[in-house]
C-alpha cells in the first residue's frame, strides 16, 4: 500500500520540476527585459538637458521674447524700427551660434499706440505664447498701460523706448529701460542747455500731447521752478498733426529767444518748415525723438541751427567714420528698402539694446530663468555691445549701459549728446549732459 502511493506522486515531483525550469526561464526573461530598460532610462538620462528650466519661454535650443510694439496708425514708425533694429542684432547673435547654444527668437503684437491694446498685446504675448520675458518696443503712452500688469506677472518687462518715469513708479525689479533716459531728465538736459549753457531769457514750450512729451516737460517745468524761471507761454498739438500754423502764429506773438520742443520728428519736421513761410524764426531745442535726418531734407534751410538731443550713441546716423558708418552699412545691406528717416534712432535703440539682453543671458548661464536674467542685468556696468565686450558680431553704437538693484540703477542710460544742424548736417555741440 506504501509503495503505492509512492508511485502516485511520481508525476506530481515531475511536474514540480518542470514549473521551477519555467519559473527560472521567466525570470530570465523578465531580468533581461529590466536589464535593457536601465540601459535605455541611462541613455535618455545621459542625452536629458537638466539645465532647461521651468519658466516659459525657454528650451534647449530656443528662447522666445514677446514684444508689444506700434506697428500702425502714425506712430508706426516707432515700432517698425523697433522691430527691424532688433531682429538685425538677434540675426546676428544666432548667425554666430546665440547664446549658451539657444537661438534668440521674438514675436510681436501690435498695441496700435494704445495702453489699452498694449496690456491685450502682453496678455496675449504671456498667456498665449508663453514667452520668457516682453520687450517695450513702443513709446511710453502704452508702455503706461503695460508696467503696471508686468509688475503684477512678476516678469522681466525690458523698455529701450519708452521713457515716461512713470513706467517705473513704483519701482519694481522686474522693470528695465536700457537705450532711453528718462523722460523728466531729459527735459531737466535741455532747460540747463538754454538757460545755462546758451544763456537764453525768454523761453517758450511747444509740445505733443502724448505722456512721452508731458514728461520731458515736466522735466523742463522742474528746472525752471528750481530756477525761478517763468516761460513765456507754451503751446501744445496731437500726433499726426500737419498744420502747425495756430501754434505757430501763437508762439510768434510771445517772441520768444528759444522754443524747447517735445514730440517726434515728423511733426517737427513740419514745424520747422512751416514758421519762417509764417514769418516765425527762432533758435530750436528738442528732444530726442527730434532727431532725424527727415527734418533736414523736410525743412531744408529752416532747419539750419536746429538744436536736438541725441541718447543713442557719440555719432549721428550721417557719420560714415566706425562704429556708426558701420552699423549703416549693415543696415542697408538688410534692409535696402527701408524708407527715408531709417534707421532712425529707435532702430539704434534696439539694437545696442538686443546686445544687451544677449548679454544678460549669457552672464545667467546654460539654467536660465527669469530670476538669474534680472540679477544678470543688474550686474552689467559699462556694457556696449561688440567685439571689445566679448560679441564679435556686434557694432558698438551705442551708449555704455550701466544697471543695478536700485531705482536708478534700473535705468541703463543715464547720459545724452545734442546735436546741432550745420551745414545741412547733424554736428556734435560738445555738450554732454550726465544724469
Same mark, same amino acid.
Do not use: M
Given at each position: 500500500m506504501a509503495r503505492k502511493e509512492r508511485t502516485s506522486r511520481i508525476p506530481a515531483v515531475k511536474l514540480e520540476i518542470t514549473k521551477r525550469r519555467e519559473d527560472k526561464k521567466m525570470i530570465k526573461k523578465v531580468f533581461k527585459v529590466c536589464l535593457g530598460g536601465l540601459f535605455?532610462?541611462?541613455a535618455v538620462t545621459i542625452s536629458y538637458d537638466y539645465s532647461w528650466p521651468a519658466d516659459p %519661454?525657454?528650451?534647449g535650443t530656443e528662447v522666445l521674447f514677446g514684444m508689444h510694439c506700434t506697428l500702425t496708425g502714425p506712430a508706426a514708425w516707432i515700432g517698425l524700427g523697433a522691430r527691424d533694429g532688433l531682429t538685425m542684432a538677434f540675426d546676428e547673435i544666432n548667425d554666430t551660434g546665440g547664446v549658451h547654444g539657444r537661438k534668440l527668437k521674438? !514675436?510681436?503684437?501690435?498695441d496700435e499706440n494704445s495702453p489699452a491694446k498694449g496690456i491685450s498685446a502682453v496678455r496675449k504675448l504671456i498667456e498665449v505664447s508663453n514667452v520668457f520675458l516682453v520687450i517695450c518696443g513702443s513709446g511710453s503712452t502704452p508702455a503706461m498701460g503695460v508696467a503696471p500688469i508686468m509688475r503684477d506677472y512678476k516678469i522681466p518687462y525690458f523698455n529701450p523706448v519708452a521713457? @515716461? =518715469?512713470? &513706467?517705473?513708479?513704483?519701482? +519694481?525689479r522686474y522693470v528695465f529701460n536700457g537705450a532711453v533716459p528718462a523722460a523728466d531728465k531729459i527735459g531737466l538736459s535741455m532747460a540747463d542747455l538754454a538757460v545755462r549753457v546758451k %544763456? /537764453?531769457?525768454? !523761453?517758450? &514750450?511747444l509740445n505733443e500731447t502724448g505722456e512721452w512729451p508731458k514728461s520731458v516737460v515736466i522735466g523742463i517745468m522742474g528746472f525752471f521752478k528750481e530756477k525761478g524761471i517763468d516761460p513765456v507761454g507754451r503751446q501744445e498739438f496731437t500726433v499726426g498733426d500737419k498744420d502747425f500754423s495756430a =501754434? &505757430?502764429?501763437?508762439l510768434k506773438r510771445l517772441n520768444p529767444d528759444v522754443v524747447l520742443y517735445s514730440g517726434h520728428y515728423v511733426e517737427f519736421a513740419a514745424v520747422v518748415r512751416q514758421a519762417p513761410e509764417l514769418g516765425f524764426k527762432t533758435q530750436w531745442i528738442a528732444d530726442p525723438a527730434s532727431s532725424n535726418e527727415t527734418v533736414i531734407k523736410v525743412a531744408g534751410e529752416a532747419a539750419e541751427g536746429v538744436i536736438s538731443g541725441w541718447p543713442p550713441a557719440e555719432q549721428f546716423t550721417n557719420d560714415p567714420a566706425y562704429p556708426m558708418g558701420e552699423f549703416i552699412r549693415r543696415y542697408k545691406a538688410k534692409y535696402p528698402r527701408s524708407p527715408e528717416g531709417r534707421p532712425n534712432y529707435i532702430d539704434i535703440y534696439l539694437y545696442a539694446d538686443g546686445y544687451v539682453i544677449a548679454e544678460a543671458l549669457k552672464r545667467a548661464g546654460r539654467d536660465l530663468t527669469r530670476e538669474k536674467f534680472i540679477i544678470a542685468v543688474e550686474s552689467i556696468k559699462d556694457f556696449v555691445g561688440g567685439p571689445k565686450s566679448g560679441w564679435q558680431s556686434g557694432v558698438p553704437v551705442g551708449l555704455p549701459r550701466s544697471f543695478g538693484p536700485t531705482p536708478a540703477e534700473h535705468w541703463g542710460t543715464k547720459s545724452m549728446t545734442f546735436? =546741432?544742424?550745420? @551745414? %545741412?548736417? /547733424?554736428? +556734435?555741440t560738445g555738450y554732454r549732459y550726465g544724469m
Open positions: 535605455l532610462l541611462a %519661454g525657454v528650451t521674438f !514675436i510681436t503684437e501690435d521713457a @515716461n =518715469q512713470k &513706467i517705473h513708479e513704483p519701482f +519694481s %544763456g /537764453y531769457k525768454r !523761453i517758450a &514750450i =501754434q &505757430i502764429l501763437a546735436l =546741432q544742424v550745420k @551745414n %545741412g548736417r /547733424y554736428v +556734435s
